[in-house]
């Protein structure tokens, strides 16, 4: 074997650099936030933006991938950019080659979330420049750094949180509090909060109401024939909005702090306080709209009226559907035994062909298919269970091809602009260059076609858990069903439709269908 030699040849240039001297200018977009509406956080806001809009203009070999900015955002929650969102998405539509951003801290304050998107961004082949603490996450070292760098951003993050919210406590416990928007038949003035005369006409009356003997949903009903507007314009008034109301007590001059709070470990999360936090009651904090006598009446009427819902809750309560309008179906009494009715049918019969079906036909029904999957699950289930079990392993390991099929779209796509400048200098004339577009774009759509197969959502993982759960009930089931089991029925049906008087279509959970012939 003859003597090996190897000769060490030297870079020359960055693959930065390679990449910015390819015929196709560099996309380069920005990110810049600031984390409170202050006029100073605002003044900083817009002069990041005058920046980056100047520093991508100054450079010949990029193109303007746009200034992505959220303004008084918070970074500690990813959901909450509704600008970093989107400059992710244009990232996966293949619009952007590099981003930069002041630093990591305005990039994200989770180093969870940061690394997270940095690493997809590195698999779509985009780098991201963090200014400040001069990283370029097209140098694989840098990782680590950011990892620390964001370590200590979210701390920072975390800092400033906690001290907002003790900001917010303490004057919630003097009073001092005010709220972002004030409530329906109020307008602020000052800060403070004023009666405005012609929404609080509205409010007395909604509460008029109530205590006479309207329902909320017949209330909303009422506000909206009458073309009253709401808290916001052109919103329709529904019970929700007319309960909400009844139960604020800023009607009678108090106001009720911390009735929500924002959990203190990241990502926050507002919860709804049943307890697990203080909460402060002021009183005499602004005006009456209306008396305290009517608003403890109608407290006490809510309360008695949501007791009386409660009692009325019945196995197939909101499970039965009609399969002609729609409507659900409700439960009446007759001295042969109870039915249910379709509720279009029930107001006028002509609007739907559906009419009454018999409770115990319903229960008889359903321990028949009950019987039927118990004695035949082996064959229905545990196919539909291997299934979807081939399909998520599929799933999960397409997600490393996913890298692979963006990469090949972004061939493509850059073939189709080397076809434009052909035909544009008059290298490729228009009959072959039709031919071979349609060629490229057909591969890129089988491609993208097979991306979707990759990336949709979750529901299959969900229904697999479903089937799973499903044949494992049956499995440890030992015998056949004989009286209706409402346990069991609430575990595995999801609703039921009435085609017709003498047939149900079961709904059970995963997914799954079921004709019973009543």
Known sequence: MADMKVTLIPATKSVMESAELKSR??????????????EEQLNSYETQKTYYTQLIADNPNWDDAGIYADEGITGTRE?????FQRMIKDCRRGKIDRIYTKSISRF???????????????????TVFFEKENIDTAKLSDEMMITIMG?????????ISQNMRWSVQKRMQNGTYKNATPPFGFKKVNGDLEIEENQALIVRQIFEWYISGYGLKTIADKLNGMNLPGSKQAVLWKADNIRYMLKNDRYIGNAMFQKSYVTETLPHIKKRNYGEKQKYCVTGVNQQIVDKETFYAAQKLLKSRHRDFETNVYPLSKKVFCGKCGATYKRRNRRSGAF??????DIYAADCENGIIVESDIYSAFIRLHNKLLNNYKQILLPLKIALQDLKLRKFSGKTQVMDIHKEVAKLREQTHVLARLKIKGFLDEVKYIEQINELNVKISKLQSELKKFTRSDDEDEALDQIEILTDFFE???????????????????????????????????????????
Request: hydrophobic fraction near 35%; aromatic fraction near 8%.
């Open 25 to 38: 200018k560099m996309r380069v977009a920005a990110y810049c936030r600031v984390s409170t509406d202050s």
């Open 79 to 83: 959901d909450k950019r509704d600008e």
């Open 108 to 126: 994200a304050r989770n180093t969870k979330d940061c690394l997270k998107n940095i690493r997809e961004l590195k698999s779509l082949g985009i």
């Open 151 to 159: 370590g200590l951003a979210q701390e920072e993050s975390t800092f």
């Open 340 to 345: 249910w009715l379709c509720r279009t049918h």
């Open 476 to 518: 440890k089931r030992e015998k056949p069903m004989t009286e209706f089991e409402e346990p069991v029925f609430e575990g595995i049906v999801d609703k039921i439709v009435v085609i017709d008087q003498h047939e149900l279509e079961f709904h059970l959970i995963g997914g799954l269908k079921f004709k019973e012939k009543v």
